[in-house]
């Protein structure tokens, strides 16, 4: 199975700031990956397919890049909504794998 | 609007069995495939099965293979994950999303708002 690793586990950042996430794959996934956003007591939300393109109606501050085994999801001006945890996904083979998630609190 | 809506969760107790169904609404149900995804409590994601659209091909995690079993019904609109042999690391909230739509790969972008299943004693 693919393991997906990121980091950090958890950060704290202000309004405004730039936050970066990082995913790692255990072996090579191409762009097979994916970013979900998850709120507290709430279903999660796709952010980010195939490492770089921007779900449908997500805000722009949200980009991905990366190929091949490192990732990074980046929020170019964290607002005070962002406040959730995020998952990486893996998409390149069964079982599908998801990162331990980042959660992201607001100071 | 697409809304999936879940259903049948509950307690069970371990080794007992449990259905849960996922109920779509407002696209295609027949031209995507499906996914289970499940969360235990205070815990992360953890992929659990998908389907094909045409129900032809199913994978599975592999510590649910064997006792759990995912199927559709295309004509209701309808996914189900029939659970059995329940054991207490079951235990979590089980999500349908909807997956990908023909060949490449999984994106799962659009969430049931989760079914709680507890197996206890």
């Known amino acids: 199975d693919i393991q997906m690793t990121q980091s950090p586990s958890s950060l704290s950042a202000s309004v405004g700031d730039r936050v970066t996430i990082t995913c790692r794959a255990s072996?090579?996934?191409?762009?097979?990956l994916n970013w979900y956003q998850q709120k507290p007591g709430k279903a999660p939300k796709l952010l980010i397919y195939?490492?770089?393109s921007l779900q449908s109606g997500v805000p722009s501050r949200f980009s991905g890049r990366g190929s091949g085994t490192d990732f990074t999801l980046t929020i170019s001006s964290l607002q005070p909504e962002d406040l959730a945890t995020y998952y990486c996904?893996?998409?390149?083979?069964?079982?599908?794998?998801f990162g331990g998630g980042t959660k992201v609190e607001i100071k | 609007e697409v809304q999936l809506v879940e259903s049948g969760g509950g307690l069970v107790q371990p080794g007992g069995s449990l259905s849960l169904s996922c109920a779509a609404y407002?696209?295609?149900?027949?031209?995507?495939?499906f996914s289970w995804v499940r969360q235990a409590p205070g815990k992360g994601l953890e992929w659990v099965a998908n389907?094909?659209?045409?129900?032809?091909?199913?994978y599975y995690v592999d510590s649910v293979k064997g006792r759990f079993t995912i199927s559709r019904d295309n004509a209701k609109g309808s996914l189900s994950l029939q659970m059995n042999s329940l054991r207490a690391e079951d235990t979590a909230v089980y999500f349908c999303?909807?997956?990908?739509?023909?060949?490449?790969?999984?994106?799962?972008?659009?969430w049931g708002q989760g079914a709680l299943v507890t197996v206890s004693s």
């Open positions: 999303a909807r997956d990908k739509s023909g060949v490449g790969p999984t994106k799962l972008d659009s």
């Open positions: 407002g696209f295609t149900f027949g031209a995507y495939w």
């Open positions: 389907i094909k659209e045409d129900g032809s091909e199913k």
């Open positions: 072996q090579s996934i191409n762009n097979y």
């Open positions: 195939g490492a770089s």
């Open positions: 996904q893996q998409s390149s083979r069964a079982p599908l794998t």
